[in-house]
């Protein structure tokens, strides 16, 4: 009897499933009363799979089955807590979509509140529909008091989170909320979505903007302020009095803006945290490399501190060479490090593996080439057993210089260094490449940073999210207030419909008129040669 039954069990199991995937909430709900009725042991996977079908979005956008699945799903979780069947915090994040759904948050918030009692630990989905509910009937205060649980839980509010509370402060008008918002957004995104821009314009083109501001302030604290935090922001409130004029820009090479004439700054990661990547990079390498091949690479590295740029060399020997006679190609390689070296008259180092190297020495004239870079300490050899992207993005980040790949760094190994943090770095650091007939061609990182801005006057430029990798062409929002003495161009629309566009030539970031690259570097001891690793 009892092989029976857990036959019967299983097999339960794997029809829930099937319904779960076929989103047929109705056969899963006959399935469940089936199985009460001969007794089975329901596991918490039972369960959780009813309750995720009556939570996930098709079943609650649906006119048909939305009250049954709020209905049922109420009744499984009673279930649960009648038969003591323990709680998980998917089995709480799916109750508080259902609460969501028949608008009861405060209930939903009550049970995330108590997750701590059970030993469960609310994650970023478990507190959304909670927030943006109470968001949506504008309990600002609830709101705020369940972003202020989120933080004290270590939770982390990504875009969706900031903009309902952004919205939500809108909407009351609290203008100093919204400030405080505006900065936050500023922190987790770096292209803002057209949700999240919708709200944007809507407050500043909105008469309750214009009440919040200052008509006059101290200039140097301002300035002070922009310069500590890195550029970019000052953080001091709402700076001028009146109306805003919001319009869709452009934005030059130089950073111009082409609506109002400011130059946006380019912000980078300051010293201190620039040593703690550095420390975060090296602590992960150590982990998965050996360590005292790492370290040695780290005491080499020390030694030779004097590099503009440092070349991901596997990337470019392999950029577009798969064809049928395609390989290594070792003059994509040189010619990237050529055109380094004639920008600035400095070599860049190049990073390769061991395995690579031996095979490609086999060839003398490949072999005469990387003895020269060995010898003018250039190239750096990775050893057996290694993955060289810790070497070549360690060496990026403690010299602060720039990288040359093509890899858009979003492998698990990068996701471990953390976002929000690692994409402002990629933005200042890495240097894009492609080859016309041969000859390459760099695009170096923009002169200013995309992320949103607030000047010294108290104007705002908002950079719209883009899946064009092409700076030149991305869409920002220009604010200033109307008093500013910024005069709007005749061709733009209130409604923000017209786009204000440049003229201006896009200029290499990092690179002057005399095409020269332009890095923060330490200073080095005389150059040794590198090691060529081959053991």
């Not at 009550?110 to 968001?135: A, H, N, Q, W």
């Not at 590099?307 to 070792?330: C, M, P, R, T, W």
């Not at 920008?343 to 990073?351: D, E, H, I, Q, T």
Request: overall charge neutral; some cysteine.
């Amino acid at each position: 009897m009892t092989k029976k039954k857990n036959s019967q069990e299983s097999q339960l199991h794997y029809e829930l499933g099937t319904c779960t995937k076929q989103n047929n909430l109705k056969k899963a709900i006959s399935l469940y009363e089936s199985a009460l009725t001969q007794n089975l042991k329901l596991s918490p996977q039972h369960f959780n799979s009813i309750l995720h079908l009556c939570s996930i979005p098709e079943t609650l956008n649906s006119e048909i089955n939305k009250s049954l699945a709020i209905e049922y799903g109420f009744r499984v979780y009673n279930d649960m807590i009648s038969k003591k069947i323990p709680l998980t915090e998917a089995t709480i994040t799916q109750i508080t979509r259902l609460c969501a759904a028949k608008n009861d948050p405060d209930y939903g918030f009550g049970l995330i509140k108590d997750m701590g009692g059970l030993g469960l630990v609310p994650r970023l989905r478990t507190y959304g529909p909670t927030l943006s509910c109470f968001c949506d009937n504008l309990r600002v205060n609830e709101a705020y008091e369940v972003e202020n649980h989120m933080i004290s839980n270590g939770v982390r509010l990504e875009e969706g989170e900031v903009c309902n509370l952004l919205r939500v402060s809108c909407e009351v008008g609290k203008g100093e909320k919204v400030y405080e918002y505006l900065h936050k957004l500023r922190g987790v995104v770096r292209g803002v979505s057209e949700d999240s821009i919708r709200v944007v314009e809507k407050w500043f083109g909105g008469e309750k903007a214009a009440e919040f501001g200052v008509e006059e302030w101290d200039v140097g604290k301002v300035r002070e302020e922009k310069v500590r935090n890195g550029g970019g922001w000052h953080g001091l409130g709402w700076l001028g009095k009146g109306g805003w004029v919001v319009k869709k820009v452009g934005v030059g090479g130089d950073g111009g803006c082409c609506g109002c004439g400011e130059r946006l700054a380019c912000v980078d990661i300051d010293c201190g945290e620039t040593e703690r990547f550095a420390q975060s990079v090296a602590g992960l390498a150590l982990e998965r490399e050996s360590k005292s091949n790492f370290k040695s690479f780290m005491d080499w590295l020390e030694e030779h501190s004097d590099y503009e740029a440092v070349v991901d060399a596997a990337n470019i020997g392999l950029y577009q060479q798969n064809f049928a006679d395609g390989g290594f190609s070792i003059a994509q390689l040189d010619a990237i490090v050529k055109e380094l070296y004639d920008r600035n008259k400095k070599w860049p180092l190049v990073v390769l593996h061991n395995k690579r190297l031996r095979a490609l020495q086999g060839n003398p004239s490949c072999r005469k080439l990387f003895d020269e870079w060995l010898a003018q300490g250039n190239l750096y050899a990775t050893p057996s057993g290694s993955n060289d992207d810790w070497y070549w993005l360690y060496a990026a980040v403690k010299l602060k210089c720039l990288l040359v790949t093509n890899d858009e760094m979003r492998d698990h190994i990068f996701e471990l260094l953390g976002s929000s943090f690692f994409l402002q770095w990629k933005e200042r650091h890495q240097v894009h490449y492609t080859f016309l007939k041969s000859v390459p061609e760099l695009k170096m990182p923009p002169t200013y940073s995309i992320l949103i801005q607030e000047s010294e006057k108290g104007s705002w430029h908002v950079p719209i999210a883009s899946e064009n990798n092409d700076e030149s062409s991305r869409t920002w929002l220009c604010i200033t207030r109307l008093s500013s003495g910024n005069s709007v161009p005749s061709s733009f629309s209130i409604s923000g419909k017209i786009l204000v566009s440049c003229k201006n030539t896009v200029q290499d970031s990092h690179q002057h008129s005399d095409e020269k690259i332009t890095s923060v570097t330490g200073k080095r001891k005389e150059r040794e040669p590198s090691p060529s690793r081959l053991q």
